[in-house]
């Protein structure tokens, strides 16, 4: 793999949406991605040389009490060579660095990615809690 670039704090609309959408995750619309955005506490944009944004990831919640990582994708082309870690270790700095020590940190882990996410600490929570979802 050749040198990566991490871009901190600013996902553009245009480049967020085509992400999604690309790496096989649902659209979202332009307003949508506008107000999540922008209400974001922490994402991140991974490059490769020639400047193309191949993976993201970001952190919404309260910034205190609850927060979610979402958003996490990388291209296809481009998946098994360590982007995911990558996008996972610096998201997992702004939690180790930034939140608060009893905040409760969630995830939904789509296909086989709870394996990458067992390796930062997270567990399934069955039985105690399960995890439920509205979509309009």
């Known amino acids: 793999m050749n040198k990566l670039n991490v871009i901190e704090?600013?996902?553009?609309?245009?480049?967020?949406?085509?992400?999604?959408?690309?790496?096989?995750l649902s659209p979202k619309t332009i307003a949508a991605a506008e107000i999540g955005l922008a209400n974001?506490?922490?994402?991140?944009?991974?490059?490769?040389?020639?400047?193309?944004v191949i993976g993201m990831g970001r952190i919404i919640g309260d910034g205190g009490c609850f927060c979610q990582i979402v958003d996490i994708c990388?291209?296809?082309?481009?998946?098994?060579?360590?982007?995911g870690k990558l996008i996972m270790e610096n998201l997992m700095n702004y939690i180790n660095n930034e939140l608060p020590e009893s905040c409760y940190i969630s995830l939904i882990a789509d296909g086989d990615a709870d394996k990458l996410y067992a390796k930062y600490g997270f567990k399934d929570t069955m039985p105690k809690s399960k995890g439920m979802a509205l979509k309009k």
């Open 74 to 83: 990388v291209l296809p082309e481009y998946q098994g060579q360590g982007i």
């Open 9 to 24: 704090n600013t996902i553009p609309v245009t480049t967020y949406r085509t992400l999604r959408v690309n790496s096989g």
């Open 40 to 52: 974001s506490l922490y994402s991140v944009m991974i490059a490769n040389e020639g400047n193309e």
